[in-house]
Every structure is written in structure tokens, then in C-alpha cells.
């Protein structure tokens, strides 16, 4: 990491707070590498929303459910309260039922035969949270022991994943697709870190649907999940739902879909679910990372757009240099001008000072000498500037140039 020299810092903070304006929390303008054709922020841009703050909850143990996050939609939670945020997975155009699975002992388990049970609404993009455990009895081998399985956005009424798989493979083989914690068909999980039957596992997963445009993928869909912490699929892409027997083949997907628990003729049971919906991806207009030049364009006329809109607010050299920031993102030749004849202005009413009062001004005139070469250096404005030679040359004569920093 690489910081300001603390003066720097302080310069500038000093020229934020004495026009006014509070000073941001992280971050200076003109300081790191300007937006580019697929970046609309600047590198330490102050300018870019803080992530949003989320309330950690606490960590589960084979005894006792943790917390969840603070922002997640909790679908069980140990009551039968929560057990109406789901239903038996009746098939499209079929009334809803209520599921016929049970609480017990603050577990939902599945009852065998009485079909699949989905959530009521309806999910996109997801991190999911579900712990379950298989039979303290172990009945079975192979998919026939300790076998339910995690849906992700599941079509009404029907056994297509894809499947993120339920299984007690303790200490039971079976084909290395239909794993625990396989996307069921497709890909093996990286390894067995399952706990005994009759213990909770915990299985975290993070879901994107596959992206397509124009009936063309831009993104594949993918899968990452963790076993009791282990890591299982690292971003494993979709190839179609998968299935048993079946190969299947990358496709759309709908923009949501069900959240789904199977019953495959096992007692298990599950706690502790919940799901946190994700952010959209850059194809999906998300404007973090690495953007195309149309999405770039856009974003960064919003951002100067605000900028411009804040400089309204502001007064003096604070909006003299909000102005000047606004052109980072976007060239604007009104701008352009009002900043030009108000950094001319800068220079011209500076050069009228002297002593203690001038003197007094050398913070302020170093931070808007800063700005200028900024944006000359990253060509906004030419190397011979004429508000930037004008500033240039009180500094000089004052010697604060040649000041150690
Ligand atoms: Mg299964």
C-alpha cells in the first residue's frame, strides 16, 4: 500500500475543511490513475460509494446454529414459523401445497416419499447458507444412504438442478459426480471433509445463473461452494442443470428460480438456511471491475454529473477544484471553460496579495497546484496551461516550490 506523505495529506484536508466542505473518509482527488475506457473510477477514487455495512453473525458448531449476517433472508431458522417460507414443490400450473416435511428438535427434516420442498419466492444470484446432517442410522449405501440434495433456482416440479449435492459419504463410496457437495453429474467435489452421520455439516455456496444476450452466453454460470469450511467447487461453471444419467449442456437460465430441497427417500435434516442476494455483475450492469467501453462511457458521465452537481453547492477554491475533478470523468466544455476562468481568477487574485495574507494562502495554492499538474500530467488540460503557468509562477516567486515536503 502506498500512502501520501502525511503534509500532502494534510495540505489538501486543510484546503477541503477551510472551503467548507467535510472532508471525505478515505482517499484525495488528483491522486491516483484517472478513470480509463473500461474503469470509470480512478484508482483510490473518493468519489466511490463505501461498501455496505453488514452485521457479521457468528459461526455455527456441531451442536449449535450460528447468527446469520445481518442482511440475509433467513428461509429456516429452527421454527415452524419458518417452515411457511416454503412449500411442496407442486409442478408449474398446479396450486401450492404446504410441504409435508417437519420441524423437530429445531431441524427441518425431510419426510421420505413426501415429495421435493421449495421456497415460496423466488432467487437470482445467490450466497447460500444450509447446514444439514444425514441419518444417525446408517441405512443404505451409495446414493441410497443419507441422499437429499440443494437446488439452486429450481423449476417448479421438477428433479433438474443443478444440484449441489446432499450425501452421507462418511464413510460410503459412491461416483465420484454425485458426491457431497458435487454439482451433481458435472463435477466432483476437491474432497470428502464430511463429518459422521447424525452431524451437522455446514455448506456454504455461491451461485451465478448463466448470462446470455442475443441467445449468445457472456457468462457462463458458476458455482463455488464450501464443505465444513473446505473448499468444494471453485467457481465451477454451469454445464446446463445437470442430472442423473443425463449429460446436460450450458443454456439459459430464467433471471430467478426456487430454492429447492430434495427428498430422495432419506430422513435428513437441515438448519440454519438462510441466502444474502448478490450484486449485479458487470454484464448484468454492475459497475465494479473491468467494464465495457459503452458501460464505461455511461458510468463515468453519472459520475460527473454528481461531481458537477456537488460543485454547485460549494464556493471558492472548493468548487474551483470539484469543477476541475468533474473532468476526470468527463469531458464537458462548459466546464471546461468555467473552470479555466475560475483558475485564472485563483492566480490573478493571489498575485494581488502579500505578506501574512499571502502567506496564509500557501496550503490552498499548493493543493490547487497540485490539481493542475494532475490533470496536465494525464493530458485533461495542456502542459502550458494558462491558469496552471499563472499559479506557477506565485509559487515560484514565493519560493514555496522549493520548500522540502
Ligand atoms: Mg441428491
Known amino acids: 500500500m502506498k500512502v501520501l506523505p502525511a503534509l500532502t495529506v494534510s495540505l489538501l484536508f486543510a484546503a477541503v475543511a477551510s472551503a467548507g466542505r467535510s472532508a471525505p473518509s478515505t482517499g484525495m482527488p488528483f491522486y491516483g490513475d484517472p478513470p480509463d475506457a473500461h474503469h470509470p473510477w480512478a484508482v483510490h477514487d473518493q468519489n466511490r460509494p463505501q461498501p455496505k455495512r453488514v452485521e457479521p453473525g457468528t459461526f455455527s458448531t456441531p451442536e449449535q446454529p450460528g447468527q446469520p449476517p445481518s442482511d440475509a433472508i433467513v428461509l429456516f431458522d429452527g421454527t415452524t414459523a419458518s417452515l411457511t417460507n416454503w412449500e411442496a414443490d407442486t409442478k408449474a400450473g398446479e396450486p401450492s401445497a404446504p410441504t409435508k416435511w417437519v420441524v423437530n428438535d429445531g431441524a427441518l427434516e425431510c419426510v421420505p416419499k413426501s415429495g421435493y420442498i421449495r421456497t415460496k419466492d423466488e432467487f437470482g444470484d445467490i450466497q447460500l447458507h444450509v447446514e444439514w446432517a444425514a441419518p444417525k442410522n446408517v441405512k443404505g449405501d451409495s446414493q441410497g444412504r443419507g441422499n437429499s440434495g440443494i437446488f439452486l433456482l429450481g423449476l417448479k416440479g421438477t428433479a433438474d438442478g443443478p444440484e449441489v449435492q446432499v450425501l452421507d459419504n462418511y464413510d ?12 451433481y453429474g458435472t463435477n466432483p467435489p476437491f474432497a470428502n471433509a464430511l ?26 454460470g458458476y458455482v463455488t461452494v464450501f464443505c465444513n469450511g473446505v473448499l468444494m467447487q471453485d467457481h465451477t461453471p454451469l454445464e446446463g442443470r445437470g442430472g442423473h444419467m443425463k449429460r446436460t449442456f450450458a443454456g439459459e437460465f430464467p433471471e430467478k428460480g426456487h430454492l429447492k430441497l430434495q427428498d430422495h427417500g432419506n430422513p435428513v435434516r437441515f438448519r440454519n438456511i438462510w441466502l444474502r442476494p448478490l450484486p449485479a455483475r458487470t454484464v448484468e450492469g454492475g459497475t465494479n471491475g473491468y467494464l465495457d467501453a459503452a458501460a464505461t462511457t455511461a458510468k463515468r458521465k453519472e459520475i460527473a454529473a454528481t461531481v458537477r452537481a456537488d460543485a454547485a453547492h460549494l464556493t471558492g477554491t472548493a468548487q474551483l477544484l470539484r469543477l476541475a475533478e468533474s473532468l476526470v470523468y468527463e469531458s464537458d466544455a462548459a466546464t471546461a471553460a468555467r473552470v479555466t476562468q475560475l483558475g485564472a481568477a485563483y492566480a490573478a487574485d493571489l498575485k494581488k496579495l502579500s505578506g501574512a495574507v499571502l502567506d496564509a494562502k500557501k496550503d490552498e495554492a499548493k493543493s490547487v497546484q497540485r490539481a493542475w499538474q494532475y490533470l496536465a500530467k494525464w493530458n485533461f488540460v495542456s502542459a502550458d496551461y494558462a491558469p496552471k503557468s499563472a499559479l506557477d509562477a506565485v509559487i515560484k516567486a514565493q519560493g514555496w516550490d522549493a520548500e522540502k515536503k
Open 195 to 220: 463429518r459422521p452421520p447424525g452431524t451437522f455439516q455446514v455448506i456454504d455456496i455461491v451461485f451465478r445463473r448463466p448470462v446470455y444476450r442475443d441467445g449468445k452466453p457472456i457468462d457462463a
Open 172 to 183: 460410503n463410496a459412491t461416483y465420484a459426480d454425485g458426491f457431497a457437495a458435487s454439482v
